[in-house]
Antibody
Protein backbone atom coordinates (compact mmCIF):
# COMPACT_ATOMS: atom_id res chain seq x y z
CA UNK A 1 0.00 0.00 0.00
CA UNK A 2 1.51 3.29 -1.10
CA UNK A 3 2.19 5.77 1.69
CA UNK A 4 3.58 9.30 1.68
CA UNK A 5 5.17 11.03 4.66
CA UNK A 6 6.18 14.67 4.90
CA UNK A 7 9.11 15.74 7.03
CA UNK A 8 10.92 18.97 7.81
CA UNK A 9 11.17 21.86 10.26
CA UNK A 10 7.93 23.03 11.79
CA UNK A 11 9.21 26.54 12.37
CA UNK A 12 10.91 28.78 9.82
CA UNK A 13 12.04 32.36 10.27
CA UNK A 14 10.77 35.12 7.97
CA UNK A 15 12.92 35.64 4.85
CA UNK A 16 14.45 32.17 5.18
CA UNK A 17 13.83 29.07 3.06
CA UNK A 18 11.23 26.44 3.92
CA UNK A 19 12.42 22.93 3.10
CA UNK A 20 10.25 19.81 3.20
CA UNK A 21 10.74 16.25 2.02
CA UNK A 22 8.14 13.67 1.09
CA UNK A 23 9.18 10.03 1.44
CA UNK A 24 7.29 7.51 -0.68
CA UNK A 25 6.97 3.95 0.63
CA UNK A 26 5.18 0.91 -0.68
CA UNK A 27 5.76 1.88 -4.29
CA UNK A 28 8.19 3.53 -6.67
CA UNK A 29 8.42 7.23 -7.29
CA UNK A 30 9.73 6.33 -10.76
CA UNK A 31 6.31 5.26 -12.00
CA UNK A 32 5.62 6.63 -15.48
CA UNK A 33 1.95 7.23 -14.69
CA UNK A 34 2.14 9.82 -11.96
CA UNK A 35 3.28 13.21 -10.88
CA UNK A 36 4.19 13.98 -7.28
CA UNK A 37 2.76 17.17 -5.86
CA UNK A 38 2.81 19.63 -3.01
CA UNK A 39 -0.35 21.29 -1.74
CA UNK A 40 -0.79 23.62 1.20
CA UNK A 41 -3.66 24.80 3.37
CA UNK A 42 -3.37 27.96 5.48
CA UNK A 43 -5.15 27.79 8.85
CA UNK A 44 -8.90 27.88 8.33
CA UNK A 45 -8.58 28.26 4.56
CA UNK A 46 -8.82 26.18 1.42
CA UNK A 47 -6.36 24.11 -0.57
CA UNK A 48 -3.66 25.69 -2.73
CA UNK A 49 -1.58 23.74 -5.24
CA UNK A 50 2.11 24.58 -5.03
CA UNK A 51 3.57 22.44 -7.78
CA UNK A 52 4.19 18.93 -9.11
CA UNK A 53 7.16 16.96 -10.38
CA UNK A 54 7.59 13.93 -12.65
CA UNK A 55 10.21 11.34 -11.79
CA UNK A 56 12.32 12.60 -14.69
CA UNK A 57 12.51 16.00 -13.02
CA UNK A 58 9.95 17.82 -15.16
CA UNK A 59 8.08 20.36 -13.04
CA UNK A 60 4.97 22.50 -13.05
CA UNK A 61 4.58 25.33 -10.54
CA UNK A 62 1.81 27.60 -9.35
CA UNK A 63 2.56 30.87 -11.19
CA UNK A 64 1.87 32.89 -8.05
CA UNK A 65 4.69 31.04 -6.24
CA UNK A 66 6.96 30.19 -9.15
CA UNK A 67 9.65 32.76 -8.35
CA UNK A 68 10.13 31.27 -4.87
CA UNK A 69 9.51 27.55 -5.38
CA UNK A 70 11.75 24.66 -6.33
CA UNK A 71 10.63 21.02 -6.32
CA UNK A 72 13.17 18.27 -6.83
CA UNK A 73 13.15 14.47 -6.92
CA UNK A 74 15.61 11.88 -5.68
CA UNK A 75 14.65 8.55 -7.21
CA UNK A 76 17.43 6.71 -5.37
CA UNK A 77 15.81 7.63 -2.06
CA UNK A 78 12.22 7.50 -3.32
CA UNK A 79 11.75 11.07 -2.17
CA UNK A 80 10.77 14.44 -3.55
CA UNK A 81 11.35 17.78 -1.92
CA UNK A 82 9.99 21.31 -1.72
CA UNK A 83 11.94 24.49 -1.19
CA UNK A 84 10.11 27.80 -0.75
CA UNK A 85 12.35 30.82 -0.37
CA UNK A 86 11.83 34.24 1.21
CA UNK A 87 8.98 33.03 3.37
CA UNK A 88 6.59 35.32 5.21
CA UNK A 89 3.78 34.75 7.67
CA UNK A 90 1.50 34.20 4.67
CA UNK A 91 3.35 30.93 4.02
CA UNK A 92 2.25 29.51 7.38
CA UNK A 93 0.18 26.47 6.47
CA UNK A 94 -0.35 22.74 6.63
CA UNK A 95 1.75 21.30 3.80
CA UNK A 96 0.72 18.07 2.09
CA UNK A 97 2.46 15.90 -0.46
CA UNK A 98 0.41 13.71 -2.78
CA UNK A 99 0.56 11.37 -5.76
CA UNK A 100 -1.13 12.89 -8.77
CA UNK A 101 -2.35 11.40 -12.01
CA UNK A 102 -1.66 12.94 -15.37
CA UNK A 103 -3.70 14.23 -18.32
CA UNK A 104 -3.57 12.81 -21.81
CA UNK A 105 -1.01 15.48 -22.71
CA UNK A 106 1.21 14.51 -19.78
CA UNK A 107 0.50 17.44 -17.48
CA UNK A 108 -0.64 17.03 -13.86
CA UNK A 109 -4.36 16.29 -13.74
CA UNK A 110 -5.60 17.71 -10.45
CA UNK A 111 -6.43 14.20 -9.35
CA UNK A 112 -4.49 13.21 -6.24
CA UNK A 113 -5.27 9.73 -5.02
CA UNK A 114 -2.75 9.26 -2.22
CA UNK A 115 -1.94 11.96 0.32
CA UNK A 116 0.49 12.32 3.18
CA UNK A 117 -0.88 13.23 6.57
CA UNK A 118 0.46 16.77 6.26
CA UNK A 119 2.98 18.75 8.24
CA UNK A 120 2.44 22.14 9.83
CA UNK A 121 4.92 24.89 9.02
CA UNK A 122 4.83 28.14 10.94
CA UNK A 123 6.74 31.20 9.78
CA UNK A 124 7.72 33.27 12.76
CA UNK A 125 10.77 34.89 14.28
CA UNK B 1 -8.07 33.65 -5.62
CA UNK B 2 -9.55 30.30 -6.59
CA UNK B 3 -10.45 29.75 -10.24
CA UNK B 4 -13.18 27.24 -9.41
CA UNK B 5 -16.19 28.60 -7.52
CA UNK B 6 -18.19 26.62 -4.99
CA UNK B 7 -20.91 27.66 -2.54
CA UNK B 8 -19.39 28.18 0.91
CA UNK B 9 -21.90 25.96 2.64
CA UNK B 10 -24.58 23.34 2.15
CA UNK B 11 -26.67 21.43 4.63
CA UNK B 12 -29.31 18.77 4.98
CA UNK B 13 -30.91 16.38 7.40
CA UNK B 14 -30.00 12.71 7.56
CA UNK B 15 -31.32 10.86 4.54
CA UNK B 16 -31.65 13.95 2.36
CA UNK B 17 -29.86 14.64 -0.91
CA UNK B 18 -27.35 17.48 -1.02
CA UNK B 19 -25.78 18.89 -4.17
CA UNK B 20 -22.61 20.98 -4.40
CA UNK B 21 -21.76 22.95 -7.52
CA UNK B 22 -18.35 23.80 -8.97
CA UNK B 23 -18.18 26.51 -11.61
CA UNK B 24 -15.17 27.00 -13.83
CA UNK B 25 -14.28 27.93 -17.37
CA UNK B 26 -13.44 26.54 -20.79
CA UNK B 27 -9.77 26.18 -19.85
CA UNK B 28 -10.35 23.92 -16.85
CA UNK B 29 -13.66 22.12 -16.33
CA UNK B 30 -14.66 22.71 -19.93
CA UNK B 31 -11.76 20.72 -21.32
CA UNK B 32 -10.30 18.61 -18.51
CA UNK B 33 -11.44 16.05 -16.00
CA UNK B 34 -12.88 17.23 -12.69
CA UNK B 35 -12.01 15.72 -9.32
CA UNK B 36 -13.75 15.94 -5.94
CA UNK B 37 -12.17 15.67 -2.51
CA UNK B 38 -13.63 15.19 0.96
CA UNK B 39 -11.75 16.62 3.93
CA UNK B 40 -12.94 15.51 7.32
CA UNK B 41 -11.99 17.74 10.23
CA UNK B 42 -8.30 17.47 11.06
CA UNK B 43 -7.48 15.03 8.27
CA UNK B 44 -5.89 15.09 4.84
CA UNK B 45 -8.16 15.40 1.79
CA UNK B 46 -9.46 12.15 0.34
CA UNK B 47 -10.19 11.59 -3.34
CA UNK B 48 -13.94 11.10 -3.62
CA UNK B 49 -14.64 11.33 -7.35
CA UNK B 50 -12.17 11.13 -10.24
CA UNK B 51 -12.53 11.83 -13.96
CA UNK B 52 -15.86 13.65 -13.45
CA UNK B 53 -17.97 10.75 -12.24
CA UNK B 54 -15.85 7.76 -11.21
CA UNK B 55 -15.68 6.55 -7.62
CA UNK B 56 -12.46 5.09 -6.19
CA UNK B 57 -12.76 1.74 -4.53
CA UNK B 58 -14.31 2.11 -1.09
CA UNK B 59 -16.27 5.28 -1.76
CA UNK B 60 -19.98 4.67 -1.19
CA UNK B 61 -22.29 4.97 -4.18
CA UNK B 62 -24.17 7.65 -2.26
CA UNK B 63 -21.57 9.99 -3.75
CA UNK B 64 -21.92 10.84 -7.42
CA UNK B 65 -20.34 13.37 -9.74
CA UNK B 66 -21.44 14.95 -12.98
CA UNK B 67 -20.15 17.56 -15.41
CA UNK B 68 -21.79 19.72 -18.02
CA UNK B 69 -19.93 22.36 -19.98
CA UNK B 70 -17.92 24.48 -17.58
CA UNK B 71 -19.70 23.36 -14.42
CA UNK B 72 -19.75 20.23 -12.31
CA UNK B 73 -21.73 18.89 -9.38
CA UNK B 74 -21.24 16.52 -6.50
CA UNK B 75 -24.35 14.89 -5.11
CA UNK B 76 -24.60 13.15 -1.76
CA UNK B 77 -27.71 11.07 -1.43
CA UNK B 78 -28.92 9.51 1.80
CA UNK B 79 -26.93 12.05 3.81
CA UNK B 80 -25.25 10.66 6.90
CA UNK B 81 -23.64 12.33 9.90
CA UNK B 82 -20.21 11.12 8.81
CA UNK B 83 -20.56 13.11 5.57
CA UNK B 84 -20.09 16.33 7.51
CA UNK B 85 -16.88 17.68 5.99
CA UNK B 86 -15.35 20.18 3.60
CA UNK B 87 -15.59 19.31 -0.08
CA UNK B 88 -13.30 20.63 -2.83
CA UNK B 89 -13.33 20.32 -6.60
CA UNK B 90 -10.12 20.44 -8.64
CA UNK B 91 -8.92 20.33 -12.23
CA UNK B 92 -5.96 21.19 -14.45
CA UNK B 93 -6.22 24.59 -16.11
CA UNK B 94 -4.74 24.68 -19.60
CA UNK B 95 -4.49 28.49 -19.75
CA UNK B 96 -2.86 28.92 -16.35
CA UNK B 97 -0.79 25.72 -16.67
CA UNK B 98 -1.60 24.81 -13.11
CA UNK B 99 -3.87 22.72 -10.94
CA UNK B 100 -6.78 24.74 -9.62
CA UNK B 101 -8.88 23.98 -6.58
CA UNK B 102 -12.39 25.09 -5.80
CA UNK B 103 -13.13 27.48 -2.96
CA UNK B 104 -14.51 24.65 -0.85
CA UNK B 105 -17.95 23.83 0.52
CA UNK B 106 -18.67 22.97 4.12
CA UNK B 107 -21.43 20.40 4.39
CA UNK B 108 -23.35 20.33 7.65
CA UNK B 109 -25.69 17.53 8.65
CA UNK B 110 -28.50 19.07 10.66
Amino acid sequence: QLQLQESGPGLVKPSETLSLTCTVSGGSISSSSYYWGWIRQPPGKGLEWIGSIYYSGSTFYNPSLKSRVAISVDTSKNQFSLKLSSVTAADTALYYCAREGMTAVVTPSGGMDVWGQGTTVTVSS
Amino acid sequence: QSVLTQPPSASGTPGQRVTISCSGSSSNIGINYLYWYQQLSGTAPKLLIYKNNQRPSGVPDRFSGSKSGTSASLAISGLRSEDEADYYCAAWDDSLSQDVFGTGTKVTVL
